[in-house]
């Protein structure tokens, strides 16, 4: 007999690291979702029973994974989807199913948002979506389940009805966050300790992460804004420090990673919530994102006072050209600008670059290249430029044409397109010399040795990665690799 009104939520396992490159592991980004802790809350509040597996962060694969599931027979399984977990979470679900046919299996996440009928379509072993925003649309469908309604009533979900694959109108959206319940931390296993961003991200952890608002309203062309739309909602400033308060106090948390797409949307905002932590003393580092264009000295000199030790700005690039394709509304000399005004602020810059979006040369590569050689940026992310479901640059690409066979590498780390004129090969040797001429300078080199020096946690994570590196590099000679690490790609198995 099934457990009852149980409910497991799944991050699933995605390639995150290139096979034979597991060591990695140790120094990269190992967050919660988010997503799933604020869905557990919400189930918990109307009387189910939530626990959560986060995949990837306890090494389990997807056979793994279902044998956890089916171990505890639950009822529902909600599973997060980003584009690059599909794959991954449809065996989870296939071997679910054929040991338990009864558990209702429900998706959703940025991938459900940008691409959910051709995906229920596809993918036979998920048996509901929900488009968007998830906390009132589960509870909906979750009740319609229950009390055998009719699922049309039920706005935002998508369904098979006989042959056919329906979406229900509307994608509602939570308009007031503050009536949230908190994301359910404490169903984490091992949290915090378990979950760490990406070395050198944060000074001292533990750290946790918040979105303190959702939705943006530009239009980037390579961002896939669908799943909280362009109406910008946030929490108040009081909920939001009553939240840090609560990760410090309950779970020893000391760094907030804030998510949110534009966290300095609302200036007036960002000046309330560091009153708050300013006057009541409280001791924790945070880091967020912004646009250029919302930051100016006198908010950033308020921010490092209450604890800001990082921004990450979207830079993309060193060429106004490409911005312009890109539809970023930004210019790289106010993109200078800003950095430097964070500089100057002693607030830490990440710029978030991209390389390989259409229009990309030798020309724009050279422009990029020159401009983070001058600009006072402390830490840089380059990704491979990725056409995302959802993002408006992927109907430019591909037009309707659903283009399934990338979704397991749409990870920020494969090259899925080239434009025209430059090969893939090309802009890897590109990458490569990027983070070269950005990383290789003898100042970055000494502010990263002071940084592992500092704080023993970056230094123990390296010493894991180099260890780490050495086995690998052993194991591929004793194998007859030659040194090479990187293995073979195992194709995934079609569904259909
Ligand atoms: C923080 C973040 C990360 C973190 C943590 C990821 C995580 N596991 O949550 C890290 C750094 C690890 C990360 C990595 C990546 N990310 Co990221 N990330 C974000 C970011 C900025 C915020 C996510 C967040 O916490 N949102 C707040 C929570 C509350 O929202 P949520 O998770 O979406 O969940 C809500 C709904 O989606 C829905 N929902 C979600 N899951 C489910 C499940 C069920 C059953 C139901 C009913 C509903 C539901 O309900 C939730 C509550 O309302 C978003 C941008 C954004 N605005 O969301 C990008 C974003 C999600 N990332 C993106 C990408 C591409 C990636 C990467 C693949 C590559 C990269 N560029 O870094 C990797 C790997 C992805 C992975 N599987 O982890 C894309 C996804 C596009 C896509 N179609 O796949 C986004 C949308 C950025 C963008 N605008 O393009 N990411
Ligand atoms: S890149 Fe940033 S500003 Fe542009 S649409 Fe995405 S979230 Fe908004």
Same mark, same amino acid.
């Given at each position: 007999?099934?457990?009852?009104?149980?409910?497991?939520?799944?991050?699933?396992?995605? &390639?995150?690291?290139?096979?034979?490159?597991?060591?990695?592991?140790?120094?990269?980004?190992?967050? @919660?979702?988010? /997503?799933?802790?604020?869905? !557990?809350?919400?189930?918990?509040?109307?009387?189910?029973?939530?626990?959560?597996? $986060?995949?990837?962060?306890?090494?389990?694969?997807?056979?793994?994974?279902?044998?956890?599931?089916?171990?505890?027979?639950?009822?529902?399984?909600?599973?997060?989807?980003?584009?690059?977990?599909?794959?991954?979470?449809?065996?989870?679900?296939?071997?679910?199913?054929?040991?338990?046919?009864?558990?209702?299996?429900?998706?959703?996440?940025?991938?459900?948002?940008?691409?959910?009928?051709?995906?229920?379509?596809?993918?036979?072993?998920?048996?509901?979506?929900?488009?968007?925003?998830?906390?009132?649309?589960?509870?909906?469908?979750?009740?319609?389940?229950?009390?055998?309604?009719?699922?049309?009533?039920?706005? /935002?979900?998508?369904?098979?009805?006989?042959?056919?694959?329906?979406?229900?109108?509307?994608?509602?959206?939570?308009?007031?966050?503050?009536?949230?319940?908190?994301?359910?931390?404490?169903?984490?296993?091992?949290? @915090?300790?378990?979950?760490?961003? !990406?070395?050198?991200?944060?000074?001292?952890?533990?750290?946790?992460?918040?979105?303190?608002?959702?939705?943006?309203?530009?239009?980037?062309?390579?961002?896939?804004?669908?799943?909280?739309?362009? #109406?910008?909602?946030?929490?108040? @400033?009081?909920?939001?420090?009553?939240?840090?308060?609560?990760?410090?106090? #309950?779970? *020893?948390?000391?760094?907030?990673?804030?998510?949110?797409?534009?966290?300095?949307?609302? #200036?007036?905002?960002?000046?309330?919530?560091?009153?708050?932590?300013?006057?009541? *003393?409280?001791?924790?580092?945070?880091?967020?994102?912004?646009?250029?264009?919302?930051?100016?000295?006198?908010?950033?000199?308020?921010?490092? #006072?209450?604890?800001?030790?990082?921004?990450?700005?979207?830079? $993309?690039?060193?060429?106004?050209?490409?911005?312009?394709?890109?539809?970023?509304?930004? &210019?790289? $000399?106010?993109?200078? &600008?800003?950095?430097?005004?964070?500089?100057?602020?002693?607030?830490?810059?990440?710029?978030?670059?991209?390389?390989?979006?259409? *229009?990309?040369?030798?020309?724009?590569?050279?422009?990029?290249?020159?401009?983070?050689?001058?600009?006072?940026?402390?830490?840089?992310?380059?990704?491979?430029?990725?056409?995302? @479901?959802?993002?408006?640059?992927?109907?430019?690409?591909?037009?309707?044409?659903?283009?399934?066979?990338?979704?397991?590498?749409?990870?920020?780390?494969?090259?899925?397109?080239?434009?025209?004129?430059?090969?893939?090969? &090309?802009?890897?040797?590109?990458?490569?010399?990027?983070?070269?001429?950005?990383?290789?300078?003898?100042?970055?080199?000494?502010?990263?040795?002071?940084?592992?020096?500092?704080?023993?946690?970056?230094?123990?994570?390296?010493?894991?990665?180099?260890? *780490?590196?050495?086995?690998?590099?052993?194991?591929?000679?004793?194998? /007859?690799?030659? /040194?090479?690490?990187?293995?073979?790609?195992?194709?995934?198995?079609?569904?259909?």
């Amino acid at each position: 007999m099934l457990a009852e009104k149980e409910i497991i939520f799944i991050n699933p396992p995605y &390639e995150r690291i290139a096979p034979g490159y597991e060591f990695v592991k140790h120094i990269t980004n190992n967050s @919660p979702s988010l /997503g799933l802790l604020h869905l !557990a809350a919400e189930v918990r509040e109307h009387g189910y029973k939530p626990s959560i597996i $986060e995949s990837d962060i306890f090494n389990l694969d997807a056979k793994q994974v279902a044998k956890k599931v089916i171990k505890q027979k639950p009822q529902y399984v909600g599973i997060t989807l980003f584009t690059v977990g599909v794959w991954g979470a449809a065996e989870i679900a296939r071997r679910i199913k054929s040991e338990l046919p009864d558990t209702t299996i429900i998706v959703g996440g940025p991938h459900i948002s940008s691409m959910g009928t051709e995906t229920i379509t596809r993918f036979k072993e998920f048996d509901y979506a929900v488009d968007g925003e998830g906390e009132k649309v589960l509870m909906e469908l979750l009740e319609a389940l229950e009390q055998d309604k009719n699922l049309f009533e039920v706005p /935002g979900i998508i369904y098979r009805d006989r042959t056919f694959v329906r979406k229900t109108p509307g994608k509602p959206i939570n308009k007031i966050l503050d009536d949230l319940p908190y994301p359910a931390w404490d169903l984490l296993p091992d949290f @915090p300790k378990a979950y760490k961003p !990406a070395i050198y991200d944060f000074p001292r952890g533990p750290v946790a992460t918040i979105a303190a608002s959702r939705g943006c309203p530009f239009h980037c062309k390579f961002c896939d804004t669908s799943t909280f739309g362009a #109406k910008v909602r946030h929490y108040s @400033p009081k909920v939001v420090f009553d939240m840090m308060k609560h990760l410090n106090e #309950k779970y *020893g948390v000391n760094h907030i990673g804030f998510v949110d797409d534009l966290f300095l949307a609302s #200036k007036v905002r960002v000046e309330e919530l560091c009153n708050y932590i300013l006057q009541d *003393g409280l001791q924790m580092t945070w880091s967020c994102t912004a646009r250029v264009d919302t930051v100016k000295p006198d908010v950033l000199a308020l921010m490092k #006072k209450a604890g800001c030790w990082e921004i990450s700005f979207g830079l $993309e690039t060193g060429s106004n050209d490409l911005l312009k394709k890109m539809d970023k509304l930004a &210019e790289v $000399e106010k993109s200078a &600008e800003a950095v430097k005004w964070t500089y100057d602020a002693g607030i830490r810059t990440k710029g978030l670059f991209m390389l390989g979006f259409p *229009g990309e040369d030798e020309h724009t590569i050279n422009q990029t290249k020159d401009f983070i050689r001058n600009i006072p940026m402390t830490i840089m992310n380059l990704t491979k430029f990725t056409p995302y @479901p959802g993002s408006p640059i992927y109907r430019d690409i591909y037009g309707t044409n659903i283009r399934d066979d990338h979704w397991e590498k749409m990870n920020g780390m494969n090259f899925v397109w080239a434009p025209d004129g430059i090969s893939v090969k &090309e802009l890897d040797r590109h990458y490569q010399e990027i983070l070269k001429a950005f990383y290789q300078r003898p100042k970055i080199g000494w502010y990263f040795t002071k940084l592992t020096l500092s704080y023993p946690n970056h230094f123990f994570r390296l010493l894991r990665f180099g260890l *780490g590196f050495l086995i690998a590099k052993a194991a591929s000679f004793l194998s /007859g690799r030659k /040194g090479l690490l990187i293995k073979e790609h195992e194709p995934h198995l079609d569904s259909t």
